[in-house]
């Protein structure tokens, strides 16, 4: 195994307490509001910890927005579908800590085995590949450029090095001050990168996020180019569950809640939020009693968390900053998942996971039958395929069938030899669940803690000072969310790691 260098071996952002309790009292009670990653991390450390939780979730099952469902397809065979890929980065410290409870060798994630960025052939661009690059932060932008043919030695002459080292310069504190007034459509046109080098590896990177260049800040840009790249010591290699979410994750989950003691009510959707005087809080859930809790946790996505506030006027009451804030909370892009049923396969040499750039629409293929047992197994019995087509950040005038189209043309331009497969069912949904990061939003974000005491936010969404993003900022603010449930209570809390929170070069001039 390649060792890390020091300087960039994960950093202990959380350190455990031998000093204090690991348990709580007797008394302590709470109720986790959303059953996906964040929730479902929240109520997992503080169940285990000893606090009494009830976790309630709208939809029939857990997930969020890493969700299943069951399909009857047209041949009458039963799948269970998803809402999507999502890679499972390595330095995903802390959501990798809460899987090993259910395998301390995490042996339902597989190695992806690459991570290529594709055009089609017309445009005239060879794929770029970031999966053979040092692991070690400096050598592995010294490698990429020496390496991408997106860079040629006579262009970077006219790139903006101070532009260009605010990615290594990276603070928390500083970075944001100076960049998120500024879009990265703006920073990027300032970078003077080539065509090719900024589409290749700029443009796929900012749709990742269910965001625009345009209505993307710069400053949650360079954190991201500093969470995925300039501070990752873990390369960008990445895994995905061996088997759909449900039977990887969510139903193990449900059993090791319950084995823990917490209660797992899905189908329960809470419609207000109320202060409950020494009781602490009370969750009014449409068709069924309130529910009672001294901690509160609030872990549903941004249009969910905005209506759950606009009808809660107590809590608005109790704290109006925190009303308005979640009010005002932007929304990404709409984006767009369609699963197709395929007979025939595409060139057994493609990646599972495709990035793609330079289509008006497709931003990623994923070849499910490559990467996940149960459609492995329907594209076995059918001599087929399931592939999948995601639009990050799909134009929002469009039709759900006009943007399914719009892709399906597009795989044929970037692959060809799709245009042989024959689709035999289709699962497709659009979806405007994302969290926006548009520019000067950053300081009224809302945050883990609140002004509504015992009242805590969980979610891609929410601020946080810990380097993170998309699932593991879920893990991360969830863990927060329930180490300050423990503080209140006496007891210890939950160590937790990431990268180092500055960048390389951070500090120097």
């Given at each position: 195994?390649?060792?890390?260098p020091?300087?960039?071996?994960?950093?202990?952002?959380?350190?455990?307490r031998?000093?204090?309790?690991?348990?709580?009292?007797?008394?302590?009670?709470?109720?986790?509001?959303?059953?996906?990653?964040?929730?479902?991390?929240?109520?997992?450390?503080?169940?285990?910890?000893?606090?009494?939780v009830?976790?309630?979730?709208?939809?029939?099952?857990?997930?969020?927005?890493?969700?299943?469902?069951?399909?009857?397809?047209?041949?009458?065979?039963?799948?269970?579908?998803?809402h999507?890929?999502?890679?499972?980065?390595?330095?995903?410290?802390?959501?990798?800590?809460?899987?090993?409870?259910?395998?301390?060798?995490?042996?339902?994630?597989?190695?992806?085995?690459?991570?290529?960025?594709?055009?089609?052939?017309?445009?005239?661009?060879?794929?770029?590949?970031?999966?053979?690059?040092p692991?070690?932060?400096?050598?592995?932008?010294?490698?990429?450029?020496?390496?991408?043919?997106?860079?040629?030695?006579?262009?970077?002459?006219?790139?903006?090095?101070?532009?260009?080292?605010?990615m290594l310069h990276?603070?928390?504190?500083?970075?944001y001050?100076?960049?998120?007034?500024r879009?990265?459509?703006?920073?990027?046109?300032s970078?003077?990168?080539?065509?090719?080098?900024?589409?290749m590896?700029?443009?796929?990177?900012?749709?990742?996020?269910?965001?625009?260049?345009?209505?993307?800040?710069?400053?949650?840009?360079?954190?991201?180019?500093?969470?995925?790249?300039?501070?990752n010591?873990?390369?960008?290699?990445?895994?995905?569950?061996?088997?759909?979410?449900?039977?990887?994750?969510w139903?193990?989950?449900?059993?090791?809640?319950?084995?823990?003691?917490?209660?797992?009510?899905?189908?329960a959707?809470?419609?207000?939020?109320?202060?409950?005087?020494?009781?602490?809080w009370?969750?009014?859930?449409?068709?069924?009693?309130?529910?009672?809790?001294?901690?509160?946790?609030?872990?549903?996505?941004?249009?969910?968390?905005?209506?759950?506030?606009?009808?809660?006027?107590?809590?608005a009451?109790?704290a109006?900053?925190?009303?308005?804030?979640?009010?005002a909370?932007?929304?990404?892009?709409?984006?767009l998942?369609?699963?197709?049923?395929?007979e025939g396969?595409?060139?057994?040499?493609?990646?599972?996971?495709?990035?793609?750039?330079r289509?008006?629409?497709l931003?990623?293929?994923?070849?499910?039958h490559?990467?996940?047992?149960?459609?492995?197994?329907?594209?076995?019995?059918?001599?087929?395929?399931?592939?999948?087509?995601?639009?990050?950040?799909?134009?929002?005038?469009?039709?759900?069938?006009?943007?399914?189209a719009?892709?399906?043309?597009?795989?044929?331009?970037?692959?060809?030899?799709?245009?042989?497969?024959?689709?035999?069912?289709?699962?497709?949904?659009?979806?405007?669940?994302?969290?926006?990061?548009?520019?000067?939003?950053?300081?009224?974000?809302?945050?883990?803690l609140?002004d509504?005491?015992?009242?805590r936010?969980?979610?891609?969404?929410?601020?946080?000072?810990v380097?993170?993003?998309?699932?593991?900022?879920?893990?991360?603010?969830a863990?927060?969310?329930?180490?300050?449930?423990?503080?209140?209570?006496?007891?210890?809390?939950?160590?937790?790691?990431?990268?180092?929170?500055?960048?390389?070069?951070?500090?120097?001039?």
């Amino acid at each position: 195994m390649l060792r890390v260098p020091g300087p960039f071996r994960p950093h202990h952002h959380v350190t455990a307490r031998p000093d204090l309790p690991h348990r709580v009292g007797p008394d302590a009670t709470a109720v986790v509001v959303g059953g996906g990653v964040a929730g479902v991390s929240a109520a997992l450390v503080l169940a285990e910890r000893g606090v009494r939780v009830e976790l309630l979730e709208a939809a029939p099952q857990l997930g969020g927005r890493l969700g299943t469902w069951d399909r009857r397809l047209s041949d009458g065979s039963e799948v269970i579908v998803e809402h999507g890929y999502h890679g499972f980065f390595r330095q995903y410290y802390t959501l990798r800590d809460l899987l090993r409870r259910l395998d301390p060798e995490l042996g339902f994630l597989r190695d992806v085995g690459g991570y290529p960025i594709a055009s089609r052939p017309s445009v005239g661009w060879e794929p770029e590949d970031f999966t053979a690059l040092p692991r070690t932060p400096l050598l592995n932008l010294v490698a990429l450029v020496l390496r991408s043919p997106s860079f040629k030695l006579g262009e970077l002459r006219h790139v903006n090095a101070d532009e260009a080292l605010a990615m290594l310069h990276y603070d928390p504190v500083r970075t944001y001050a100076e960049h998120d007034h500024r879009s990265a459509a703006e920073l990027l046109d300032s970078l003077g990168f080539s065509d090719r080098g900024r589409a290749m590896l700029f443009e796929v990177f900012a749709h990742s996020f269910f965001n625009v260049e345009q209505r993307y800040s710069a400053a949650e840009f360079l954190a991201m180019c500093h969470f995925y790249f300039t501070g990752n010591p873990e390369g960008l290699g990445m895994d995905a569950p061996v088997d759909d979410y449900r039977t990887t994750l969510w139903d193990p989950f449900t059993r090791l809640l319950e084995k823990h003691g917490a209660t797992v009510t899905t189908g329960a959707r809470a419609v207000s939020l109320r202060p409950d005087g020494a009781r602490g809080w009370a969750v009014d859930v449409e068709g069924e009693p309130a529910r009672q809790a001294r901690h509160l946790v609030v872990a549903t996505d941004v249009p969910a968390t905005r209506e759950l506030v606009a009808a809660s006027p107590e809590l608005a009451a109790a704290a109006p900053g925190l009303a308005r804030r979640i009010a005002a909370l932007p929304s990404g892009e709409p984006y767009l998942v369609a699963r197709l049923y395929c007979e025939g396969d595409v060139d057994p040499a493609r990646a599972p996971f495709t990035g793609v750039t330079r289509e008006r629409v497709l931003d990623s293929v994923s070849l499910f039958h490559r990467l996940e047992g149960g459609s492995a197994r329907w594209a076995r019995e059918r001599g087929g395929s399931v592939v999948e087509l995601h639009s990050y950040a799909c134009p929002p005038a469009a039709s759900r069938d006009e943007l399914v189209a719009a892709m399906r043309e597009e795989l044929t331009a970037l692959w060809p030899e799709a245009a042989d497969l024959r689709v035999l069912d289709a699962e497709s949904h659009r979806y405007t669940n994302a969290p926006g990061f548009d520019p000067g939003y950053h300081l009224v974000r809302p945050g883990v803690l609140t002004d509504a005491r015992g009242l805590r936010l969980a979610g891609d969404w929410v601020a946080c000072e810990v380097p993170s993003a998309l699932m593991e900022r879920a893990a991360v603010t969830a863990v927060t969310a329930a180490n300050d449930v423990l503080r209140e209570e006496g007891a210890g809390p939950e160590p937790m790691r990431s990268i180092r929170p500055r960048g390389v070069l951070a500090g120097r001039r």
